[in-house]
């Protein structure tokens, strides 16, 4: 029998889009899309800028449920890569690399203690997301 006990977690998820790596990063690294990508996320704002770049720079984000939520962004290496962890230790990795085909994959790992069935919801709000954000990044 599952609990709602929480515990390391680790989801993955992946889609492909045609559209250039660097837009695709331009829009990770956007606060106001944040929301439109990140499972669970509603709205979210930078509250303390990074001296250089954006490593270090700290995130206040409103989830789903009306809580708010702080994390920082540990690394950024355009346009490549951006991680991101919570204050709950819940780490988000985005990678974004080209396809053989031409098209940019962007895959999002999702690592840290999570309850079984919150990982359920968030599985299922990453997929909608990111098709919600392929539809962004396209034009449509």
């Not at 990063?25 to 956007?30: G, H, N, P, S, T």
């Not at 270090?56 to 962890?85: C, Q, S, W």
């Amino acid at each position: 029998m599952m609990t709602g006990t929480a515990k390391l977690t680790r989801i993955e998820q992946s889609i492909d889009i045609d559209c250039d790596p660097e837009r695709v990063f331009e829009v990770l690294i956007d606060p106001n899309y944040i929301p439109v990508y990140a499972a669970g996320i509603e709205g979210a704002e930078i509250i303390e800028a990074a001296k250089e770049g954006m490593a270090g720079a700290k995130i206040e984000m409103l989830t789903k449920g009306g809580n708010i939520l702080h994390a920082t962004v540990l690394t950024v290496d355009p346009p490549h890569r951006i991680v991101i962890e919570d204050e709950r230790g819940v780490r988000s990795t985005w990678d974004v690399t080209r396809t053989p085909e031409g098209k940019v994959r962007l895959m999002n790992t999702l690592e840290g203690p999570v309850s079984p069935a919150k990982a359920q919801r968030l599985a299922y709000d990453a997929d909608v997301k990111f098709q919600a954000l392929a539809a962004t990044l396209a034009g449509k």
